[in-house]
């Protein structure tokens, strides 16, 4: 077995027992907020009343002690049974694949785009300091950073959709257009463009600030300067010792903020009524549906493992120095 399969393996171990913990924890973390799924149904049907709240929750399993409570779920959780939602009448696990393609497009493109913008930006601000471009890209960075979200997606909604009307103003595609093949393709990606800019511009600043730091940093020390004495040109000095080492701070960074883009994703699924996991998990918070709310928080919380582990695979592959242990 090679070092890279063999650390993959001991990572993978060690994320099954923190992956066990967050579970725990997501179990209690939901039954302390007040209300349950029976007092929803007996709410929405008129029937609110001790008896059929009772009956309710002997049906569901909440009148059991939350000993046998956490231990059935932990049962059924090892076997992927993520449980049915009893408001939606569907399995947990089939709404959740209906509504994680949505959210992984939203999320990824989100990334992709704050991580290269981000990048270039960055480093074109470090070889110009000083200059007008550097106090452009340094102040939009700083300005993007500081601008809330919900702001921000509300601004851009009234400017593109409702003044400019180039944009959609929410959704996914089209409602009733009936597309297919690439016109279907097309017209999610135009639905796409206001939602991953809201989500992207955030990480994108931070990206470009720690990009030039880092890049200004290395710059100054010394293999660079050899580089540069032995005549190299500029172009690869930057490419080849430059940047490969500026970019370890900014790849261990995008790693931890990978995850959190998922959790960012309510606030852009929620403005523009994008329908991801992230709106999912809204919702079922405001219904208290206990299972559709666990099923998002596991799955979410096996992406973010992942995304982790492939941050440490590729912190090895940019900097051949870094062993995997």
Do not use: C
Not at 128 to 140: E, H, L, P, Y
Not at 257 to 280: D, H, K, N
């Amino acid at each position: 077995m090679s070092r890279t399969a063999r650390f993959v393996a001991q990572r993978l171990l060690k994320a099954l027992g923190v992956v066990i913990l967050i579970a725990i924890f997501n179990f209690f973390l939901v039954r302390a907020a007040p209300g349950d799924t029976a007092e929803m149904l007996a709410g929405m049907s008129g029937g609110a009343d001790a008896a059929t709240l009772a009956q309710l929750r002997a049906r569901f399993g909440l009148d059991q002690p939350i000993a046998v409570q956490l231990g059935r779920y932990l049962q059924d959780v090892a076997v992927f049974d993520l449980g049915f939602s009893h408001l939606r009448q569907e399995s947990v696990a089939r709404l959740i694949l209906a509504h994680l393609p949505q959210t992984l497009l939203l999320t990824l493109t989100a990334f992709a785009f704050a991580l290269v913008t981000g990048v270039s930006l960055g480093v074109l601000a470090a070889l110009r300091v000083g200059r007008w471009s550097d106090s452009a890209i340094s102040s939009s960075a700083l300005l993007f950073y500081a601008t809330p979200g919900f702001w921000l997606g509300l601004m851009m909604v009234l400017l593109f959709s409702v003044q400019l009307e180039w944009m959609p103003a929410f959704g996914y595609e089209t409602v009733g257009s009936g597309y297919t093949g690439w016109r279907r393709a097309l017209d999610i990606g135009h639905h796409l463009i206001l939602p991953a800019l809201t989500l992207g511009l955030f990480y994108m600043a931070i990206y470009a600030r720690l990009t030039r730091a880092s890049v200004l940093e290395v710059s100054h020390m010394d293999f660079v300067k050899t580089a540069r004495a032995k005549g190299m040109p500029e172009q690869l000095v930057v490419r080849r010792h430059v940047l490969r080492n500026a970019l370890l701070p900014v790849i261990t960074f995008a790693g931890l903020q990978a995850g959190s883009l998922i959790g960012g994703a309510v606030l852009a699924e929620t403005v523009f009524a994008w329908p991801g996991i992230g709106r999912l998990a809204f919702d079922a918070l405001m219904q208290r549906d206990y299972n559709v709310l666990l099923g998002v928080f596991f799955v979410a919380s096996i992406m973010v493992v992942l995304i982790n582990l492939a941050t440490d695979v590729m912190y090895s592959w940019v900097d051949p120095r870094i062993e995997l242990k």
